[in-house]
């Protein structure tokens, strides 16, 4: 079973979203399943886990509406607020009924307080998850919130955490630290993972080539193994610099010396937990 362990929609008729902007025609109109189903059946991909765009409990309603309608979805990693904990634990007990409710993941890196995830409300609402079983996704952007990453990660040893993106290096500029090293140390801690995703996005969106990515790919292979990384597309957003067929294949062949099988597939439904659907 091959997952694409990270994949959006949105609708820009029904939902208030504050991203993307008029500015980014790629992108500005709505994306629904009708217009992914085709892309996966032509990469071979069987499952997708859809993440949330927005911190909203509408738009997480809205996904697994979308997953109750489609088999090819295979789990939604939705938003609840962490920063309010009494209210997020109204939520988890509401969305953990729902069998395809696999994670929570917040817009940090939207947030105007580069420390908002260590915020002691945050990290009591992160305990729930922990408590929960229920995994968190870190969309970062800054080396603090890898910092960050090491730090929840820590304090809750038996929350299973995974880093969006690979933590968003600096491709187009060709820097590999601060990065490298701050992705090594989240990587010691075992109850992280991470998702080799939205890197062409990272790269010259005009320009990229597959070497340009491979010093990035290499070094994740390197601190997490086979067993830790996870194929996430992170279509629709990757248009914006190729298509879904172009991303599968080069991120295929840059994991290609992984076990394949784990990584393409394995560790998604392991750490989302799909034998529960």
Do not use: C
């Not at 309010?84 to 988890?92: K, N, Q, T």
């Not at 229920?134 to 820590?154: C, G, K, M, Y």
């Not at 060709?174 to 090293?181: H, T, Y």
């Amino acid at each position: 079973m091959i997952v694409d362990a990270h994949q959006h929609f949105w609708n820009l008729e029904t939902g208030d979203y504050t991203w993307p902007t008029p500015d980014l025609p790629a992108l500005y109109r709505t994306f629904g399943p009708e217009d992914l189903a085709p892309e996966l059946a032509a990469a071979g991909v069987d499952r997708t886990v859809v993440v949330q765009a927005d911190d909203s409990f509408w738009e997480t309603d809205a996904m697994l509406a979308h997953a109750e309608a489609h088999d090819f979805i295979a789990g939604v990693v939705g938003w609840v607020p962490l920063d309010r904990p009494d209210e997020a634990a109204h939520a988890l007990d509401r969305y953990r009924r729902h069998p395809k409710f696999v994670g929570v993941r917040h817009l940090i890196h939207t947030e105007p307080d580069p420390d908002w995830l260590v915020r002691d409300s945050v990290l009591e609402g992160l305990g729930l998850l922990a408590e929960a079983g229920v995994p968190f996704d870190v969309v970062s952007l800054l080396p603090r919130h890898l910092e960050h990453v090491v730090t929840i990660a820590e304090r809750h040893p038996s929350l299973q955490v995974v880093v969006d993106h690979l933590s968003k290096p600096r491709i187009a500029a060709g820097e590999l630290e601060p990065w490298a090293a701050g992705l090594r140390a989240a990587a010691e801690l075992p109850n992280v993972h991470a998702k080799v995703s939205g890197l062409v996005t990272e790269a010259d969106h005009e320009h990229w080539t597959v070497e340009d990515l491979r010093p990035y790919v290499e070094h994740a292979v390197e601190v997490f193994g086979a067993d830790r990384l996870m194929f996430g597309s992170d279509w629709p957003v990757l248009l914006l610099a190729a298509d879904y067929q172009t991303v599968f294949t080069v991120y295929s062949a840059l994991l290609g010396a992984t076990d394949r099988s784990k990584v393409l597939g394995g560790n998604a439904a392991r750490f989302y937990g799909f034998s529960k659907i």
